[in-house]
C-alpha cells in the first residue's frame, strides 16, 4: 500500500470577484491548487523549461476556443 502523503501548508485565498483560491503543499513536494467558479479551461502551462518556474494560466469558460476572451456564451446561445 502505498504511504499517504502529509499535508504541510495550506492556504487560502479570496480574489477581489469573491472567487476562492485554496493552495497545499505536501511532505512529498507536491503542490495542490483549488480555484472555485468552474469550469476553466488551460490557457498557458510552462511547467519546465522556464527557469524554476512553473506557471499555470486558467481562463473561465468550457470551450476551449473562447478561452483568450475570457467569456463563453452558453451552450444554448451558440449556433
Not at 485565498?13 to 512529498?28: F, I, S
Not at 467558479?37 to 527557469?51: D, H, R, S, T
Request: glycine share 14%; proline share 5%.
Amino acid at each position: 500500500m502505498a504511504e499517504k502523503r502529509e499535508r504541510v501548508f495550506n492556504e487560502h485565498l479570496e480574489l477581489p470577484d469573491g472567487r476562492k483560491v485554496r493552495v497545499a503543499a505536501y511532505d512529498d513536494g507536491s503542490v495542490r491548487f483549488v480555484l472555485s467558479g468552474a469550469p476553466y479551461v488551460i490557457q498557458e502551462a510552462f511547467l519546465g523549461g522556464m527557469g524554476n518556474d512553473g506557471i499555470v494560466m486558467l481562463s473561465p469558460g468550457g470551450q476551449g476556443s473562447a478561452a483568450m476572451r475570457g467569456k463563453v456564451k452558453p451552450s444554448e446561445e451558440i449556433e
